[in-house]
């Protein structure tokens, strides 16, 4: 209701400009926050040295139109005059535009889409960036089918399911996690409705054999797929499926992907498609952040000479939805995280009870290792806000459950209405879960990009909400370094945060909070909390935040918080390795706590279980090494489709440093936090 309500707002806001406006085309065309390097080239080429265009496109020129534009943030502002019907004009299949219109029920095209479409259409390259939730995977699903049945009209009819084969992929879409491939498959099949493309996907955690005989059984067409599992695939050539006519690549959470984590296995699938001068293929690259490095990166993804970089953010303006409130609560320890999650809840519930137009309450919890998820979502389960009768559907999604579980939580939160998903990073990019009204992230999140994607999970195409970070005071001057240029706000309303435990007499209600927390604690295994503290030791520190400081803080939850007189032990050797046999506060020596067995937890499955660790985002980042460590491989003569060793140290490659400039002139110039 909400999202046709904000539609036709925008339809009707934008009447008067839409009736003037004649050609989808031209509309894009006047849009200075494409670079067009292509169009650019063909115009001038001839007239000024490569350089020059460069500089004109991407320096004072395009930065100085693109700063006049509007940065208007509201609902109605993400929606962009240009409608879906109107892409009937540039040839798209009716097949398409009706399970748009008539199955999604979606009118206008969203900014990024309206960008997207045109220039992918036509078949340039694309490396995009724009907000999360303004419908990028409908801004690369669009043009990569359309393209697909104008190369083969034969997929347009319904009667190609027939004939489709598995040997004969023609477009894939790959993701960083397996909840976000399956959601993508979704769309697509949505969009494939009344066409003959056949959408598969294919995902790591899942039993490789049932998903070959399937797509041997129903062929494939577009395959939706993530890394590991994608390569496992095509390398093997018992499997029955292969892409030897290739036109289509994309990359979601593209900077993701051209990660540390991922950029070997991206690497070794490009080596299996058949080289560019044999099988032209189309490269689209999309996310929400494109880090500086990768970018960098991405350019050695794209045809260097017809690519498109489309930004729909612009540089004076947050990279987050401005409309998404965003407070930071200081809390005194660790021991106040889950008191304030319970106030923060406890308000949320009786706001969305006396206020018809508020969200129910439907939240993320954020933390940034897999110990303090599964802990987590042991102790909110055995409060009363968790409790199954009378309180709200707890929820996790973290790398050790099976790939069953995950599949099925996040199918039950997305259906649900009200509720609490505790979730690792996993879900951090791409999840589309609706109408969630609270993201909550817990500890200092990893890095800016991170916190900008786990925000990024409400707030989705127009819709409201709202965004807290509860850190302990200790971490917040590490969080100001993290994340810069960011809308967060000091919030000193949760009493339950500002509480000192064992001081003061709190109010009946922050007493009752921090009771119900202690009696959870008691009911949740003692090994859970054990690995809580190992994690959090191990986590990312800073120049602001040392391992000492998180000491401190952690055996003050222990003690004070959860009852404990003793603190977890360290093994020696462990706190040698790690070294923290030297750190005050550390008890050195071996626990016996009973451990819960795996199945209780949910089996010992690891994550994404190809190359190059998994995306626990303690791994990750390991100090922004790109390429460095990847070795000597790529310089290739398939133009375009290799990394090149060259491009990857950066030096001397004009292109290159064009694209990355240009990048730095209109991308996102963090300044200081805002709290
Ligand atoms: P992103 O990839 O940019 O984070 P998604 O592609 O997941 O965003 O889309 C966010 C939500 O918006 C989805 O529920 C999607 O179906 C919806 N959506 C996409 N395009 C439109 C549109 N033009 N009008 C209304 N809703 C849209
Ligand atoms: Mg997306």
């Given at each position: ?14 009447l008067?400009?839409r ?6 085309s ?12 292509q ?8 007239l ?7 500089l004109?496109?991407?320096s004072q020129g ?32 009716e ?10 029920k ?13 220039p992918?259409l036509?078949?340039?390259d ?12 409908l801004?690369?699903?669009?043009p ?5 049945i ?16 598995s ?10 996690t397996?909840e ?12 494939a ?5 056949v959408v ?12 070959m ?5 129903e ?34 959470e593209?900077?993701?992907m ?17 080289p560019?001068?044999?099988v ?16 960098h ?5 794209v ?12 540089p ?10 965003q407070?930071?609560v200081?809390a005194?320890?660790?021991e106040n ?8 809840a ?5 706001n969305s009870?006396?206020n ?5 309450f439907?939240?993320?919890l ?24 009378n309180?709200v ?6 790398s050790?459950?099976t790939?069953?579980?995950?599949t099925?939580?996040?199918?039950a ?14 879900t ?18 990893p ?8 925000v990024?999970?409400?707030g ?22 993290r ?6 706000k ?33 009911r ?20 602001n935040l040392?391992?000492?400081d ?8 222990c ?15 462990s706190?040698?390795?790690?070294g ?26 690891g ?26 491989r ?11 060793s060259?491009?990857r ?18 991308g ?8």
């Amino acid at each position: 209701m909400l999202k046709s309500s904000l539609q036709r707002h925008a339809r009707l806001g934008n009447l008067a400009r839409r009736q003037l406006s004649t050609l989808v085309s031209q509309q894009i065309r006047s849009r200075p926050v494409v670079a067009s390097c292509q169009r650019l080239a063909q115009r001038e080429r001839q007239l000024v040295p490569l350089k020059q265009i460069a500089l004109r496109l991407y320096s004072q020129g395009s930065a100085a139109a693109y700063a006049n534009t509007q940065t208007d943030d509201s609902p109605a502002s993400l929606y962009n005059t240009t409608r879906f019907e109107d892409l009937a004009k540039l040839g798209v299949d009716e097949r398409i535009i009706r399970a748009i219109t008539v199955d999604m029920k979606y009118d206008s095209m969203t900014e990024v889409q309206s960008l997207t479409i045109n220039p992918a259409l036509k078949g340039v390259d694309l490396v995009a960036q724009a907000k999360t939730g303004t419908g990028k995977t409908l801004g690369f699903l669009i043009p990569v089918f359309q393209r697909l049945i104008a190369a083969d009209p034969s997929l347009a009819s319904p009667q190609h399911r027939r004939d489709a084969s598995s040997k004969d992929i023609r477009a894939i879409v790959l993701s960083p996690t397996r909840e976000l491939a399956e959601q993508i498959g979704v769309e697509a099949r949505k969009l494939a409705r009344h066409t003959g493309l056949v959408v598969q996907t294919a995902v790591g955690g899942t039993r490789k054999r049932e998903a070959m005989f399937k797509m041997q059984r129903e062929g494939c067409d577009v395959l939706i797929a993530t890394p590991g599992r994608l390569h496992d695939i095509l390398s093997d050539p018992s499997t029955g499926v292969d892409a030897p006519k290739i036109q289509s690549f994309v990359l979601d959470e593209a900077d993701r992907m051209l990660d540390v984590g991922f950029a070997d296995a991206i690497r070794d699938i490009v080596d299996l498609f058949p080289p560019i001068s044999q099988v032209d293929r189309q490269t689209l690259l999309f996310s929400a952040t494109i880090p500086r490095d990768v970018v960098h990166l991405a350019k050695s993804m794209v045809k260097t000479d017809n690519f498109d970089f489309v930004q729909t953010i612009n540089p004076d303006e947050t990279p987050t939805h401005a409309r998404i409130p965003q407070h930071l609560v200081a809390a005194k320890g660790y021991e106040n995280w889950f008191p304030a999650v319970l106030e923060i809840a406890d308000r949320a519930i009786k706001n969305s009870k006396n206020n018809p137009d508020a969200l129910p309450f439907k939240a993320i919890l954020f933390f940034s290792n897999t110990a303090t998820v599964q802990f987590a979502n042991r102790v909110i389960k055995n409060t009363p806000l968790g409790n199954r009768f009378n309180g709200v559907p707890i929820f996790d999604i973290h790398s050790k459950l099976t790939q069953d579980t995950r599949t099925r939580n996040a199918e039950a939160f997305r259906r649900a209405q009200t509720g609490i998903l505790v979730s690792s990073d996993v879900t951090a990019r791409g999840m589309d879960f609706p109408n969630v009204s609270h993201v909550i992230q817990i500890g200092l999140p990893p890095d800016r990009d991170q916190y900008i994607h786990r925000v990024g999970r409400t707030g989705r195409a127009g819709k409201a909400g709202e965004g807290w970070l509860i850190l302990a005071e200790e971490e917040i001057k590490e969080a100001r370094v993290r994340l810069p240029g960011l809308p967060i706000k000091p919030n000193n309303t949760i009493q339950s945060a500002s509480h000192t435990l064992g001081q003061g007499t709190p109010s009946p209600e922050v007493a009752q909070f921090f009771e119900d927390i202690s009696k959870a604690y008691e009911r949740v295994p003692k090994d859970l909390f054990a690995s809580v503290y190992n994690a959090l030791l191990g986590q990312k520190f800073g120049r602001n935040l040392d391992v000492g400081d998180c000491v401190r803080l952690l055996n003050n939850w222990c003690k004070v918080g959860l009852g404990w007189e003793e603190t977890p032990a360290i093994t020696p050797t462990s706190a040698r390795n790690r070294g923290l046999d030297r750190i005050p506060g550390i008890r050195l020596g071996f626990d016996n706590y009973e451990r819960e067995s795996d199945d209780r937890r949910g089996g010992g499955f690891g994550s994404y279980g190809g190359r190059g660790g998994g995306f626990n985002s303690n791994d990750r980042r390991g100090g922004g090494g790109g390429f460095s460590s990847n070795g000597g491989r790529g310089g290739g003569s398939d133009s375009g489709s290799r990394f090149n060793s060259r491009d990857r140290r950066g030096g001397g490659d004009p292109f290159a440093r064009r694209v990355s400039s240009d990048y730095e002139s209109r991308g996102r110039q963090p300044s200081r936090a805002s709290f």
